[in-house]
Structure formats: C-alpha cells, structure tokens
C-alpha cells in the first residue's frame, strides 16, 4: 500500500509540477475523522491519552484524556506535562490558544454516545502551537525499551488556512509537508485528522516527535509553517494478555469478577453461572457481551428496563419478545417515558406494566403525544384517534409540518391586548417540520406597558410573567407546528397590553417570518393580536424593533390560554361575549346555522354569521359534516370545503385518491392512477413555467451558485451572477461541465450538448423589467446538455453546508413543440415522476416566449452533497412522452434557510476573564455592554464597554479584562453600529 501511495504522488510531481504537492506520508497514515467513533480507540490498549492544552479532563469512547495544563488535571506533572503509571508525555511548544479551532465552538462532530462527542470536539478546540521555525516537542519516557508502541497526534485548524510543517520521530522523518487539513485533505467545521504510527522505544524507553517545518524532505511548500497540536495518545501494541485463551483479555475478566474462571469466551451457555458462558443468564454469551454489545456480562440487564440484555438487539425494529430492537444501554430507547420492558408491541394497553407501545417509536399511533403521555393520561397510545386533550386553546396556530424561512437568533415578539381575563396554561415553540427542537430556545410571556398609545415603538417591558425553556431532551408535546410544556405556576392575565417572545431559533431550527404559510391568531374574543411585531438582536432583552404587520408575522412563540370570566347568570357563556354579540338565551340560534349560541361560544363561531369562515358552508353542516367552521379550507389542500363537497374529494383529507399529489394541484383527485392523461405526479417541489427573469427566485443575497449549462459566457440576472460551465468560457470553470463558486462545485455530466438549441437559436422571447436581465436569461436558455435516453444527465453539488436546507432550480426549454420528458430524483429519491420539457405534463404547453422549472427544497448530507438525475423511468409509472431523453440548461442553487445575521457563538472563561465570540460583518464596527447592578438603588442597567470594536471577518471576540472575577454569573449583549 505505502508504495502504491508513493509512486501516485511522484506521477503527481512529474506530470502535474506546477501543483507544487510535496505531501508524502514515509511512515504510519493519516485518517480524516468525523467523530470518536472514527479514532479506534481501545480502553485496553491504551497507556496515556493528552488533552494538548485543555480544560479538564474527560472520557471519550472510554479512554480517559488528561489535560496538560498545570492545575486543571488530576495527572498534570507540571505545564505541558502528564504523568500516568510511570508514563509521562512532556509537549513543549512557544505559545497556546484556548477555544481556537471553529470560531471556539470546536468541530461539529457527530457519533454514537453524546458524551463522548461533546468531549472529542472540546479537545480539539484547544491548542499548543509553535512559530516556526521553532518546533513542537513532545517526549514520552518510562516506556518498555524495544516494545512497540502506537501514536496518535490530533489536529484541527481553526478555519480554512494554508498551513503545513514535516512530523519526525525519534529523529527519522515520517511525513513530509502535512497540513493542519491531513496533507490532502480538506477542513470542514465537522471533521478533524489524526496521523497514526507504530513506534519503538529507544534502549532508555523514549520516543521523541518532532512537528516542525523543513526537517527533512522537500521545501515548506504551505503558507504557514506554524505547527500546531490539539491531543495525542499512546497505546500498547501488543495483543491483550489471554492466559486461559478464551477470547477475553484477562484485564477485562479480572476487573469484573476478579478471577479468569467465571467468565468463558470458549463456552456458549446456556447460564446462568460460572463457566457457562453465559455468566449472567441474558441469552448473550460473555464473548458476544465483550465484542459485540459491549455490555456487562455480570448484569443480565444492564440498563434496569426490565428487559434481557440478550433480547435488546439494538436494531430499531420489534420483531418479537425475544427480538425488541432496542438498545441493552438505554432503559427508554425511544425517549417517551416509558422503560422498553414494559412497551410489549402488542397494540393493546393491559396496564402500566404491558402498554401494548413498540419501545422503538415514541409516538406509537403517530397522533402527536408520545406514549408516556397518553399513558398518563388514561388515552390509548396505540388508537390514533383516542389521545388527551389539549389544555385550553392556542393563541397563535400554524399547520403542523410547516418549515420556517428565516435564521434569526435574536428575540421575536409579537403583541396583543387581554380584553377579559384569560389563565395562561402553558407556552409554545414553534417546531419547523414538526421534527423536534433542535436548538435550545427560550418562550417568555411579558408584561407590555403600551404607554397608552398605538405607537409600539416606545412600548416597554414590565416584567416577564411565564418562561420555558425548550430543548432538543425536553421539547414538550407538539401542538399544530407548536411544542407545548405546561407553566408550573398560574399565571392570570388581566385587561391590558402583553407579548409573547421567543429566541434562540437558527441554522438546524429556523423561525418562520413573513411568507411562511399557514399562520394565524385565535379568535377568541378575549384576546386581540395588534400589529406590533417586534425583534431584537439581544435574545434576552426586550426587543424594541418594530417589524410591523401582519399580526401573524412571526412563526416563534405562542401559548394555550382559558378564559377566566363572569358569567353572571350562570349559562356557560361568559358575559362579555352575550354583551359583544347582544345574545342571552344560550339555546337561541338567531343566525339559523343549526347552532345554539352555547356551541358558537364553545366553537368559537359566529352567532350572528352563518358561515364564519366564508367556505360556502354553514357552521352546523360543517360540525355534523366533521369540518373546521373557522376554516375555509379544513384540510389545506388548496380548495375551499364547499368546492370539495360540490367535486366529490373529501374535504378532509388533502390527498383524496391518495396519489401524492394535493387535491388542489390535482388533475383528477379521484383518480390515482398516472397514464398519458393524467400528467406529471410531483412528489417533492413544484413545477412551473416563467415567462421571464422577474417569474423565478433571484435573489442575490441568498444565491449560493447559478450555472449557464453549456453556456457561452458568465452573465447576471438579477443580480445573480451564472458561470458557464464550458471548459474556457467562463471564469468559475474547473473543467468541462464543472464550476466552482467560494468552494461550491457543481458537475453536470451528459452524452451530449448543443449550442443555439432553443428557438431558432435565439432563445425564448422573454419579457421583464431589467432588460439586461431578460436577454442575459435568453442567451442562458438557447444552449443545452443532454443525453441519449436511458442515459442520464447527473448533477453533482458538492462543498454545501452539510445538513443545510437548499433550493435547487432546474432550468429547461424545448427548442420547439415537442414530447419529451423523464424524471427526476434528487439523493436517489424519485422526486418527480414524468416531467416534460414543456412543464406539467398535458397542463403546460410550449410557446417562444415561455420555459419551465422545477422548483424544491433539498437538505445536504452529512457530506455536504445533493445529487440530482434526471432520466427517463427511473421509478414511479412507465415514461409517458414519446422521447426520453432529458435536457438541461440552467442551474440555480439558493440557500432556502438564510443564515442568521447576528449570533453569539460562545463565551469562555479563563483565570476568571470571560471572552465573548460572535459572527459578525466583515467591515462592521460593534459596541459590546456587561449588564450591571446598583446597589444604592438596586437597579440593573447596560453599561457600555466599548463602542469601537471593528470585526475580525466572519468572527470577533471580545475580552472583558476588567470584569469583577467574583461575580458567579453575568450577562453581556453585542450590538451593531449603524
């Protein structure tokens, strides 16, 4: 393998010299971790492990990291040094950063237990480094002269930088030219690298590393020759000691029962008992419990959920009682509440002890209430249609499953007036996707002194009456597209002027603001939401902005409410409401819907309205008809309920005939099947047409890369700018078919390509407001790639933020009336089934003047990738049209979730000295506050402690050098000057 690596890197320096890779790695390999998981790391095996310049000491993956900073560990022998059974590790280096790697925040990185995790990633956020030409040093001593040893050295660069030094060991060179990237790696916010190589222990039981530039090899061929170190651990090579040659390393055996006789790796039960290889009885032989579960074999049930470790096959899926799925390690797998011993899968409640639940699901019924609940509360968790009911009613609704727009971590409010008493009964986050609370955030409910004006802008904060805390461990019950957790004490509010706020939502958990759908206020006569919208960068203070309308702007914050009101003649309708509608008799129904007064109230209908919501349907049709009467559209497929009625679909139910399509975007909602008339089925995003540049989403704030497919030249439209993806034609091509925009590559891959395709070769007659625009999206229509059906056209997208929301555009026209079409999947989903050329199949046509889209919102993997084919059958119906071959001419890339403009990132403390780290503006100055407190007075104010930070980039941090170290606890803001 080594020679393999070194002849590619010579063809490399031979016939790619200009590329200047000296990279060469003589002994041992680098690998590019992602996590823990990715280290092999060995409890057992393992001698010392050092946190280079750490906070304190942690366990990751079972081996224990000690710090090397004096007085922060319990092994530290002095600073740069560990000391640990004889075994000592001394790194010397001319300087250290604490938080540096990834704005301070350390990578991203992900694996199977949190803990450990969370404790790799803050191991690489520190680091002991080197100016060059001075070297990192580390010497290991009190080793076994001539064993061999493996050594780890962990790295990770702050961000992406050009920096490179040679590793020596032991005086030898092992790598030429590395990179603080793994050499030929790249950095991400969510990796790190790791070089790895066995090593022997000098006669007097040393190995010395060397990390500096220019030891040996070729010249420094990065910009910066700084070495740097973040962890190292050393490990024994040699095989676990198995006296009784069992398969069990002694260690283990003699650490759990103290003797090499009561645990048997030759012997395969049945147990209980010593020797039978099944010493705890569970079903897993103690050789399985070492290699495979990595449980306890003395504890038949490790986790205490009343279930055999044996039985627990950590697969996700119950298959029977002796096969649950569930993992040995965690007594509540799915997280509901309930142990997995007494979730039986049977579908049937008996009691407490045998809920009938599947302990792999949460939310057994999918009705929205995880099992624990509905157990508690006496509901069937198995009956989707029996579940407890909702405290009260919501103040402010918006459909389940609807995704935000907007990464905004500051506070958002909104406003509204208390006209009778109402009981606060609990606060809610709104959840984008109705996927769970994915970033912690905070809801409080304040009191609002309006000033006796309409004017929201002087409006203050009097006092914060009800606060939650959401996060992604306790995230409540979810309510429409809200989490809901109950206030723990009661909170009444009386007449007057009050807001709900909510803060912490950004990238992974985006808040909703205007053009998010499906949002609305109660109308509830007792409360009235004003116009006052209002947000502010400082998450904990009261935001003074003012967005404005609609009252339904913000998808944030909301609360379930109860009135709290006179009824003075005892009828059950308050007496407010009897005053507003001039109503007395609760049995009366003057407005003749088939409702009594008493059920409009409780409805919160109209009784003098026959159909409140408008839909062509009275209030009493609608309830006997199960409708909602407050909505025109009950089951938001896009038609109102009377049209439903009238047509036959079932209003309902948004999918009718259940072909994946709306009822409202279909073409025949009662018929599923897809034949040559029954058009394109989308399963994912839209397909439209545009008869212009103004028609589609340019916007240039957003834009991520645009690509001119087999485009002559770069244009701007919009004020997008498209590259060409053909090879000298453009200034972002890499290569034919490839661009590259800020580290964002697109590859589109065909058989085939024509220039001058559409239209006569002039391209479609567009039309718009910007006539550079309009011309420019021409010229980027007439050229196209496509290929030979069933050949595909591949689109590859590389470099995205990964996890990251995208809005993907698809561009094409038909160079004249034709019947082509194919589909298209996007990761290897069928995300629509028999596009055309022309749009929607039968629904749109072509014209010299028009072209077509596809529009849709994707999210990134893990490594940063969408990959888009578009190819005749690859799933779904047969093709349709009379030609297969699909074409391509444009590629728009939009980051559909925007990030957030202003977030703090991180404040540590050290030696008592807080830094506070935020994103910030390249160019921009900030003004940073400390929030103090009077104590003639006992008042607390802002007090400002500089007004003139200038940003450091995309990042700045702030050093509070003359904060009181006494103080336990203190809050600061960042503002930005105008």
């Given amino acids: 393998m080594k020679l393999i690596k070194t002849a590619f890197l010579f063809l490399i320096l031979i016939t790619n010299s200009y590329l200047c890779n000296a990279f060469e790695v003589l002994e041992g390999e680098i690998t590019e971790i992602l996590g823990p998981d990715d280290m092999g790391l ?20 079972g081996v224990e990291f000690y710090t090397d900073r004096d007085g922060l560990g319990a092994q530290t022998a002095g600073e740069g040094m560990v000391e640990k059974d004889g075994v000592s590790i001394s790194t010397n280096a001319t300087n250290f950063i604490d938080n540096w790697s990834n704005g301070g925040g350390g990578p991203a990185f992900t694996g199977a237990d949190a803990e450990s995790v969370a404790n790799l990633s803050e191991i690489m956020r520190d680091i002991r480094w080197s100016a060059a030409p001075s070297p990192i040093s580390i010497d290991i001593a009190g080793l076994d002269s001539g064993s061999i040893y493996n050594l780890k050295l962990l790295f990770n660069e702050g961000a992406d930088r050009n920096r490179g030094w040679d590793i020596a060991v032991n005086d030898e060179l092992v790598v030429d030219n590395i990179t603080s990237e793994g050499g030929d790696g790249f950095w991400t916010p969510e990796n ?35 070495p740097i170190l973040q962890g190292i651990v050393l490990s024994s090579t040699a095989p676990k000691e198995d006296d009784d040659e069992d398969g069990l390393p002694d260690a283990w055996e003699e650490a759990l029962v103290d003797n090499l006789e009561d645990l048997d790796g030759n012997a395969s039960g049945p147990g209980p008992g010593p020797g039978t290889g099944d010493f705890d009885g569970d079903g897993l032989t103690d050789l399985d419990e070492y290699e ?52 039986t899968n049977t579908g049937k409640v008996v009691d407490n002890d045998d809920t009938g639940t599947d302990p792999n699901v949460a939310d057994t019924d999918d009705d929205g209430h995880k099992d624990g609940r509905e157990i508690d509360k006496g509901t069937d968790p198995s009956d989707p249609l029996d579940f407890p009911a909702f ?8 459909v389940q499953g609807t995704a935000g727009n907007q990464n905004y971590t500051g506070a958002l409010g909104m406003d509204f007036i208390v006209e009778e008493p109402i009981r606060i009964l609990e606060l809610g986050a709104f959840d984008s996707g109705a996927n769970g609370i994915k970033r912690p955030i905070t809801v409080t409910m304040w009191e609002r002194n309006d000033q006796g004006t309409t004017d929201f802008a002087d409006d203050s904060g009097e006092e914060i009456l009800g606060e939650v805390q959401f996060t992604e461990e306790n995230d409540g019950e979810l309510r429409d597209a809200h989490r809901m957790i109950g206030l723990e004490n009661d909170v009444i509010l009386e007449s007057g002027a009050y807001t709900i706020i909510a803060s ?16 609305s206020v109660s109308n509830n006569q007792a409360i009235t939401f004003v116009g006052g919208s209002r947000f502010g960068d400082d998450a904990l203070a009261w935001p003074t902005l003012i967005d404005g309308g609609p009252v339904n702007r913000y998808a944030a914050g909301t609360f379930s409410f109860e009135v709290v009101s006179d009824d003075e003649d005892n009828d059950g309708i308050p007496d407010f409401w009897e005053e507003k509608y001039g109503v007395d008799d609760p049995e009366a129904d003057p407005d003749n819907d088939g409702l009594t007064n008493l059920e409009e109230y409780e409805l919160r209908t109209k009784p003098d309205n026959e159909d409140t919501d408008s839909d062509g349907l009275e209030d009493g049709n609608e309830i006997t008809a199960g409708l909602n009467p407050l909505l025109k559209d009950s089951d938001n497929d896009g038609l109102d309920d009377a049209q439903e009625i009238a047509q036959g679909t079932n209003p309902i139910k948004s999918d009718t005939d259940n072909d994946g399509i709306p009822d409202g975007d279909d073409l025949d909602p009662l018929d599923p099947t897809v034949t040559i008339d029954s058009g394109t089925k989308v399963l994912v995003g839209k397909v439209m047409t545009f008869t212009g540049p103004d028609d589609l989403n340019f916007e240039p704030s957003t834009a991520v890369i645009a690509v001119d497919v087999y485009g002559n030249a770069d244009s701007t439209i919009n004020g997008v700018q498209f590259f060409s993806d053909r090879a000298g034609l453009g200034d972002n091509v890499t290569d034919e078919g490839v661009v590259e925009k800020d580290g964002v590559i697109i590859r589109t891959t065909s058989t085939h390509q024509i220039d001058n395709w559409s239209n006569g070769g002039v391209g479609p007659a567009f039309v718009g407001a910007d006539a550079g625009s309009v011309s420019n999206l021409s010229e980027v229509m007439r050229d196209i790639r496509w290929s030979a059906a069933p050949s595909p056209i591949d689109i590859e997208m590389e470099g995205l933020i990964a996890g990251g929301l995208y809005e993907i555009q698809l561009l094409f026209n038909e160079g004249a009336d034709r019947n082509r079409g194919w589909d298209i999947a996007v990761n290897d989903e069928l995300a629509v089934d028999n596009i055309t050329s022309e749009g929607l199949q039968d629904v749109h046509t072509w014209t010299p003047s028009s072209a077509a889209a596809y529009v849709a919102n994707f999210t990134a993997t893990e490594n940063g990738t969408l990959n888009v084919t578009m190819q005749n059958d690859i799933g779904g119906e047969a093709q349709v049209a009379a030609d297969g071959n699909p074409i391509l001419q444009g590629i728009v890339v939009h980051l559909a979730v925007p ?7 991180d404040i540590s403390v050290s030696e008592g000295i807080p830094t506070i780290t935020f994103n910030s503006i390249p160019g921009s100055v900030y003004a940073v506050d400390s929030f103090e407190y009077n104590e003639e007075d006992q008042t607390y104010f802002w007090v400002e402690l500089d007004d003139g930070l200038e940003s450091n980039g995309t990042e700045t941090s702030y050093t509070d050098e003359f904060v009181d170290r006494d103080l336990k606890v203190n809050l600061y803001r960042v503002r930005k000057i105008e």
Avoid: H, W
């Fill in 899 to 905: 990030p957030a403009p202003f977030e703090i990132t």
């Fill in 42 to 61: 060995d409890p057992l095996n393992t001698i010392i492990a050092v946190d280079s310049y750490g906070n304190g000491d942690s366990i990751v993956n």
């Fill in 504 to 519: 912490g939502y950004g990238v992974g958990e985006p808040n909703g603001n205007v053009g998010t759908p499906n949002m």
């Fill in 292 to 343: 495979e579960t990595k449980t306890d074999p003395t504890n038949k049930d490790m986790d205490e959920d009343g279930l055999l470790d044996g039985v627990e096959t950590n697969t996700g899926t119950y298959v029977s009682a002796t096969s649950t799925g569930t993992d040995p390690k965690k007594a509540d797998t799915d997280g509901d509440g309930l142990l997995d011993g007494v979730e």
């Fill in 192 to 226: 790190s690298f790791v070089y790895s190589g066995d090593f022997t222990a000098t006669n007097d039981g040393t190995i010395l590393v060397t990390l500096q530039n220019d030891i040996g090899g070729a010249a420094q061929t990065a910009a910066d020759g700084n």
């Fill in 391 to 398: 405290p009260g009613e919501l103040a402010y609704m918006i």
